[in-house]
């Protein structure tokens, strides 16, 4: 019978509040079946596991979660006292109950204990880079617990778990290394949780509790202090909210008003951030009004300001001058009766739930510590509104729950939107050393070398998923722990192409770096094959002792591995070579680009390229590829032998050493009116910090820009990537403007055209 289970009546009506009778019997089952595997058992933290269950699904029924979260709270150590009795959980409570149960156990398996040991908070002394290192991991861990909860209840079971947890080492005064990495976790963890997703009286209490062993000295004395006020503070909050109430109702303003209790962590990290003394604060009192509309929060004020002395140093209007993230509200401190200040926030009821549960992510501004230009890129944005869906979702649970206690078709209604909500398109892997690594969904480990390291990604040959050799082709799932293996370093091995499919490399930036690879083998296949051609090119004119260095100059180029491509790829005739080995002037490899077809008698335009010549008439007109002109770049023609007029800038050094040796062959140029569709291609240079995404932000910036990109290369050497972009540009205006927004791309340390 039910009624044998020890339990009182306080603890059974918040183990059962509002459900419907048939939920609260299935509760109360669940508790009679654990009790004879329970009562006499204890978990590793040295808690009476039944003691321990119950305290969970209390803690749960606080929150209002439907009874399939109170029973999963229940049962969730049922496997690891007793696997037998485990396997009657499903046939006995449903699947459902099951997948919770699972869930909450998988997150437990994380070991996230573990993890924390290498990404605890970093200690005196080490340097900015190492402290962001740690702040990301652990950002990435807090989305790796959410996104491995299929199902966001499993999440709140283990904020529960872990208040039990908290509460019993602080019953038991257990203050010893375990007690504190249990706090540290928690902090770093599972408060924030719990502050994304609104539950705010749980995260008070888990960051009091972590507080009290972390701080121990620190907690005790401000809880003294708040302690030989609490009477005082509790008969001033009284007194002030009457008279509050009965000054607004002269005025026909209808309010809620209620103080705000400000828990013992927060009171701690504002003396540090502010460097204050407890006395010096004006928050330990404070009220919260809110009113229906904008007007009312102004009457509100000028009531409030009437009846206390306002400090003028401590108001602000984020009404009229909202916070970057939405939030608006009115703030102000005044003076009381016993020369002490107190804070007022006043809002209306839109601002009051856009701050709590707005898209703008009230959270992740008081996790930043309320710092200036917090990045909100479009990821994080998307991640801010599932997090604001969630607190949604909970909001309305109370709600419906307080509006119709035991409403079965409402329950089901929140739990199937709980059920459907995922939190992230990114999963969440672990190195052997416990790294957190996030990926793309359906990432590979192919994309999961390439993060790590990409020559670690060439020499890749296998992969161990938790132990076990998987395919390379493996998509890989949250939690899991992912091992490569490879070949030695110098050996001749590299990607495969098959890698460059969807099925091996789902993630952009490894196909791209993949793509480098092999571009660079033809590349240096196409050298080689120009190198053979030059080098029997010099033994047939008998010039083997010809400096390659000096020819490639003679012939136009920069450095002898261009002169190499341009001949293996056959854009640069053996013919050319010959005339440079006799020391004629060489014109550099051009792109065509228009053949003029008008007969004027002094000035000959050419049809799209816009290129003026004067004194010519019917000349082919090309554009150098050596310096690419654009309109309106400053420009000279070279006639050369065969290819008509090369268009050059005047700063092109090329051109100066031909102007050197040929200086008649010089004609003037200039810009005419080009076509409607004309475009012409320039280089540009970038030099970056190699991250994750880095190529896809500058390409989707050329596309804003309508600039279409028609070539790119990439090299990453210790952390730096060096790109250069081919892209086709109307004028040089267009190309400053598109140079000026990739400058403010995060990483990006230097843009230029070449």
Not at 248 to 256: L, R
Not at 504 to 510: D, H, L, Q, S
Not at 584 to 602: G, H
Request: with cysteine; charged share 25%; aromatic share 8%.
């Amino acid at each position: 019978m039910v009624s044998t289970v020890t339990t009182n009546s306080e603890n059974k009506d918040n183990l059962i509040a509002g459900l419907s009778p048939e939920d609260e019997q299935r509760v109360l089952s669940a508790l009679e079946f654990v009790v004879p595997f329970y009562e006499n058992a204890e978990r590793a933290t040295g808690e009476n596991v039944l003691q321990f269950s119950k305290g969970v699904a209390i803690t749960l029924g606080a929150l209002r979660t439907d009874a399939d979260s109170r029973i999963a709270g229940l049962l969730f150590e049922l496997p690891q006292l007793d696997a037998a009795a485990a396997e009657s959980i499903e046939p006995r409570f449903g699947k459902d109950i099951l997948d919770l149960i699972s869930g909450v156990r998988g997150l437990m398996r994380l070991g996230a204990l573990h993890l924390m040991q290498h990404v605890a908070a970093p200690e005196m002394g080490r340097n900015k880079n190492a402290a962001q290192q740690t702040s990301t991991q652990l950002e990435t861990l807090r989305k790796m617990l959410l996104a491995m909860a299929s199902d966001i209840r499993v999440v709140l079971i283990c904020l529960a778990s872990r208040l039990m947890t908290l509460r019993y080492y602080a019953e038991q005064k257990q203050f010893d290394e375990v007690s504190k990495q249990y706090a540290r976790e928690t902090v770093d963890l599972y408060a924030p949780l719990a502050n994304r997703l609104g539950v705010w009286q749980m995260k008070w209490e888990l960051e009091d509790l972590s507080f009290r062993f972390l701080e121990k000295e620190s907690y005790s004395k401000i809880a003294r202090m708040l302690e030989e006020k609490r009477v005082e503070r509790e008969e001033f909050i009284a007194k002030s909210t009457d008279r509050l109430q009965r000054e607004m109702n002269i005025v026909g303003i209808k309010a809620e008003v209620y103080g705000r209790p400000k828990h013992i962590y927060s009171i701690w990290n504002k003396m540090r951030g502010k460097n204050i003394d407890f006395d010096e604060l004006n928050d330990v009192r404070a009220f919260r009004i809110i009113v229906d509309d904008i007007k009312a929060c102004y009457t509100v004020l000028g009531i409030v300001h009437n009846i206390w002395t306002p400090v003028p140093d401590e108001f602000d209007d984020y009404i009229a001058r909202p916070k970057p993230n939405g939030y608006q509200s009115l703030h102000t401190v005044v003076i009381a009766d016993d020369n002490r200040g107190f804070e007022v926030q006043i809002r209306t009821r839109e601002m009051h739930h856009f701050a709590e549960y707005g898209v703008a992510a009230h959270w992740r501004y008081k996790e930043a510590g309320n710092a200036k230009g917090v990045n909100l890129n479009v990821a994080g944005q998307e991640y801010d509104e599932k997090i604001a869906w969630l607190r949604q979702l909970l909001a309305w649970k109370t709600e419906i729950t307080e509006a119709v206690v035991g409403d079965d078709t409402a329950q089901r209604e929140w739990v199937e939107k709980l059920k459907s909500t995922t939190l992230d398109d990114r999963i969440y892997v672990l190195t052997p050393q416990a790294r957190v690594i996030e990926l793309p969904n359906h990432a590979t480990p192919i994309d999961f070398a390439y993060h790590l390291h990409t020559s670690l990604g060439h020499h890749c040959r296998g992969a161990r998923v938790d132990g076990q050799m998987v395919p390379l082709n493996t998509a890989l799932k949250n939690g899991q722990t992912v091992e490569i293996i490879s070949a030695k370093i110098g050996l001749e091995t590299g990607p495969s192409r098959d890698w460059l499919s969807t099925e091996y490399a789902v993630a952009t930036r490894t196909r791209t770096k993949i793509r480098a690879w092999f571009n660079a083998l033809d590349q240096q296949e196409t050298i080689n094959k120009g190198r053979a051609s030059v080098e029997k090119t010099l033994q047939r004119e008998g010039k083997t002792v010809m400096n390659l260095e000096e020819l490639a100059h003679r012939c136009g180029f920069d450095k002898v591995e261009d002169l190499f491509v341009s001949v293996g790829k056959e854009e640069f005739s053996l013919r050319h070579v010959e005339h440079a080995l006799h020391d004629e002037v060489i014109e550099p490899a051009t792109d065509e680009v228009l053949i003029n077809k008008s007969r004027a008698s002094s000035v000959v335009q050419g049809a799209k390229s816009g290129v003026l010549v004067v004194g010519a008439e019917g000349l082919l007109t090309l554009l150098a590829k050596c310096c690419k002109p654009a309109p309106p770049d400053p420009i000279v023609g070279f006639v050369t032998r065969g290819k008509g007029v090369s268009i050059h800038r005047v700063n092109c050094k090329n051109f100066a050493e031909m102007r050197k040796k040929s200086a008649e062959r010089v004609i003037l140029t200039t810009w005419g009116q080009p076509g409607k569709e004309t475009v012409y291609p320039v280089d540009i240079f970038v030099v970056a910090q190699d991250r994750q995404g880095l190529m896809r932000d500058i390409s989707e910036i050329f596309s804003r820009e309508k600039i279409n990109m028609i070539g790119v290369t990439s090299q990453c050497a210790k952390g730096q990537a060096r790109m250069s972009f081919t892209v086709e540009i109307d004028s040089t205006a267009q190309l400053q403007k598109a140079l000026i927004v990739v400058r403010d791309v995060s990483g990006v340390q230097d843009v230029r055209r070449q």
